[in-house]
């Protein structure tokens, strides 16, 4: 199933998340937003990165991608990624 | 510093043809072949672009657009959809390492910034860089940056509004329900500002570009050698108009 939540970073930008799971384990994922990510190609292969992960892991292995150098976010936190993806991944598995 | 500065002229020019000038000079200053360069701009027709990595179909309504005849465009820069109208908009393409584009890329965008603040301050306005990317007047948003470094280069864009119409600029964006829209124009209104409202006058693009030019003068210390994009330059970005900024490969890729 598909999920989407929206988040809006306390003192930073808007996150809209959107993750498609089946069987537990991510089948794509994507973080879409008026946030900052330097180099650009950097944060879409962390997100590339995601399919195929469990859903119970991941919170902890989305933070470590969007945590991996060279990338960085301005406007929102690895954490805020990584925590509202793993939120909307719980949401899709719940349908 | 010694800077090309190429004024496209307050006629304007579409969205992806601006899109793709800034990239094609990018391009030309990431080889050496064109030196850093300054771009000021307008748009024609009005545009709506939105960031890199924002989802155009989320946050534009292009049926709205598409009837006013307004374009819609992804852009290279991160940040948020902007409404490209009434406004005098730069570019910066330099190569990384240049005094205005140190390794630290918030400390890049104060610097170059701090033009924009000596430009507006020449008509008396009294503006201060807020980080992440926003330029404010009495805590009022009044021009809006967004930076991308590719190919060794900074490539920095970003907008002085010279007038404000949230309710229009609301029909062209999606709201998350129309019965919020009404609270969304009255944020806009208490959060935004345009020389316009604080001047208390009518402000056009050969004015407002004429005291930007002297406030980069002489925040960054520059001297401007103004010519017109070179003949390579030229063709880029038409071709870049036509193959990426107009197609949904590009805009609808997010």
């Known amino acids: ?95 | 510093m010694k800077l090309r500065l190429i004024d496209s002229g307050g006629a304007g020019l579409p969205g992806a043809l601006n899109m793709g000038l800034d990239e094609a000079v990018l391009g030309a200053v990431s080889t050496g072949s064109s030196p850093p360069t300054l771009r000021l701009y307008a748009w024609s027709p009005p545009c709506v672009t939105v960031g890199y990595f924002q989802s155009l179909e989320d946050e534009v309504d292009l049926e709205a657009c598409r009837a006013a005849g307004i374009d819609a465009v992804r852009r290279l820069t991160g940040g948020g959809a902007v409404f490209h109208e009434a406004e005098v908009t730069y570019s910066l393409i330099l190569p990384l390492g240049h005094e205005l584009a140190p390794e630290d890329i918030l400390e890049s965008y104060r610097r170059i910034c701090a033009g924009l603040v000596a430009g507006l301050e020449r008509l008396g306005v009294e503006a201060a860089f807020a980080p992440i990317n926003d330029i404010v007047v009495g805590g009022r948003k009044v021009s809006g940056n967004a930076q991308t470094r590719r190919k060794g280069c900074l490539l920095q864009h970003g907008t002085v509004l010279l007038d404000l119409e949230p309710e229009r600029m609301f029909s062209l964006l999606k709201v998350p329900a129309e019965k919020l829209k009404g609270k969304l124009i009255e944020d806009v209104k208490a959060r935004v500002t345009s020389l316009r409202s604080l001047l208390g006058r009518e402000l056009d693009y050969a004015e407002a570009a004429r005291v930007l030019r002297e406030g980069f003068a002489s925040a960054w210390g520059a001297e401007f050698d103004e010519s017109a994009p070179t003949e390579e330059e030229a063709a880029e970005a038409r071709r870049l108009a036509e193959t990426r900024f107009s197609q949904s490969e590009w805009n609808a890729r997010r």
């Open chain 1, 1 to 95: 199933m598909i999920a989407r939540l929206d988040r809006k970073v306390p003192g930073g930008k808007l996150l809209r998340a959107e993750v498609e799971v089946e069987s537990g384990r991510v089948l794509a994922a994507s973080v879409r937003g008026d946030f900052f990510a330097h180099p650009e190609e950097a944060f879409e292969d962390a997100e590339a990165e995601l399919a195929g992960l469990p859903v119970d892991r991941l919170a902890e292995e989305a933070l470590a991608l969007f945590s991996r150098a060279p990338l960085r976010i301005f406007g929102a936190s690895p954490q805020d990624i990584a925590g509202l993806l793993s939120e909307t991944a719980r949401e899709a598995q719940a349908h």
